[in-house]
Each structure stands twice: as C-alpha cells, then as structure tokens.
C-alpha cells in the first residue's frame, strides 16, 4: 500500500528563485514567530508593505534589498499589479524575495491573490503566517474573542470596500451578519472599519442591540496604541471624540465585558461610556 507523500514543515528552505510571503504581525517585532524572523534574515530582496513596523526589519541583511510598497486602505497604495511584477522579476533574477505583510499575508493581505499570480507564473512560493492585529488587539487588553459561555465563534471582516464600490452593494450583508451573530454568539472584527463606522453602525443595530460591548483598537501591540470602549450605539461618536483612525480594529460582542472585568474600576473613569465599566464578565 503506498502512503500518501508528506511536508515536513519545518524543513522550510528559503532558496533563490523563490518568493515567501511572511506575516510581520501587528508590529511589535516580538511577536514575528521563529520562522518568519529566519526567512527576512535569509532574503536579499523585501518588498515591505506600510504598515511594518520599522523595527521588525532589524532582522533583514545589510544587504538585502529594501523595497517599500505602500499598501494601506484609503489611502494612495502601490497598484497591486506592480508589486506582483516585482516579485516574479526579482525571483526570475534569483533573489530569494520575501514579501513582508502586516498581520497576516492571508487575513486581508491579498495573499491569496499574490500566490495565484506566482504560481501561474511558475514561482515556488510559501507562506509563513503572522499574528493578525484582530487577535492582538482584544488580546492586549486581557480578554479572549471566543469564550465558552460568551462566544462561541469569532468573525474577520472587513470594513473597506473594493473601490468603486458602495456601502450597499459591496457584498456584505451586515444586517444578516448582526442577526446570525446574536443568535450564535459570534464575536465581530471587523477591519478597516472606522471610515464605514456609521454605515456599518446602522445595519448591525437592525440585529444587535444598542448595548452591545464594543472595543476599538488602534496601532494594536505597538507603544503607540489607543482603545476606546464603549458599545455599538455609541461607535460613531466615539471615534469621533476620541480621534481614532486607522490601523485600527473594532471589536463588537460581549466579550468585551472581559475588559471591564479584569480592569480596576479608574481605568474606566474616562471611558467613552461609562455603562462599559458597570459590565460584567
């Protein structure tokens, strides 16, 4: 009988000719897991996105080829079709190429699109995943995304739609999103949200109440991180009086009572609303 053919992870080689997509997480440089710190080590070219943060890139060669790519919603980014002729022309002329992400190459980092263009184009390519800024977010703050008896399951979505897009015909139904997750208990991420808050505002409150708990997090893992909670009624003005923009992610559930009740009771006496701080967990 023969046995089917298997992958030893962690043989990975990072040889000329190929291309890695590596997740550099959501920026602070201690969080890059082993592997990703080895192949920005061994690459001699880098096609960086905006949104890594500058230490993470200690680890690459004095003699690698640093390219940045600016890649960042709403606001002007390198075309996508140009970043992926880089990396088939730079693999061709036998550089060993990582392509450096923020997050996760394949939680919004268009990795998906990237491989299929390699791939047709005969470049071997791998993908070494990154902690996404979704997870370290709420994590920073001491409280879980799922839980046994608050959530039972966790949803990534984006926010920002496809240019030339609109709020309604996008795709997303958020109205049906915000239903299934209060019948689910479902915890919402939702990423590159803050442009679309009132929009988004809206459609969820047809399904979720105007209490729900509700965190946004800025710059997540870095010095300069900000958070606000408060609760889905109350996410327009918030962001609005806090000042909070992008990078940022919201999470919308009741697990974010968790941060209230680990919290001592003045972290909270200038929070957005103060009901958040009454919440428990």
Request: aromatic share 4%.
């Amino acid at each position: 009988m023969n046995m089917p053919a298997t992958v030893n992870a962690s043989t990975t080689r990072f040889d000329p000719g190929t291309v890695t997509l590596v997740g550099a997480g959501p920026g602070d440089p201690e969080l890059l897991t082993i592997k990703a710190a080895k192949a920005i080590a061994a690459a001699t070219v880098l096609l960086v996105d905006d949104l890594v943060s500058d230490a993470v890139l200690e680890h690459a060669s004095p003699k690698a080829r640093i390219v940045h790519v600016g890649k960042r919603g709403g606001c002007k980014s390198t075309p996508q079709a140009f970043i992926e002729k880089l990396m088939i022309m730079a693999a061709r002329e036998g550089e060993v190429v990582v392509r450096l992400k923020g997050g996760d190459p394949f939680i919004f980092g268009r990795g998906g699109e990237e491989v299929e263009h390699l791939r047709e184009a005969g470049i071997e390519v791998q993908v070494l995943n990154g902690i996404t800024a979704g997870l370290a977010g709420l994590t920073s703050l001491g409280a879980p995304l799922t839980h046994r008896d608050h959530a039972h399951g966790v949803v990534f979505i984006t926010g920002h739609a496809k240019p030339g897009i609109s709020h309604e015909s996008r795709g997303t139904d958020w109205q049906q999103l915000a239903a299934t997750a209060r019948d689910a208990k479902l915890t919402l991420v939702i990423y590159m949200g803050v442009s679309s808050a009132a929009a988004i505002q809206a459609d969820l409150l047809t399904g979720l109440p105007a209490s729900t708990p509700l965190a946004i997090i800025q710059h997540a893992s870095l010095p300069q991180q900000r958070h606000a909670l408060t609760t889905l009624g109350e996410l327009p003005a918030t962001i609005a009086r806090e000042q909070l923009g992008s990078p940022a992610v919201i999470v919308v559930g009741d697990v974010v009572r968790g941060v209230a009740a680990i919290a001592q009771p003045e972290t909270f006496r200038d929070a957005p609303d103060r009901r958040v701080a009454n919440l428990r967990f």
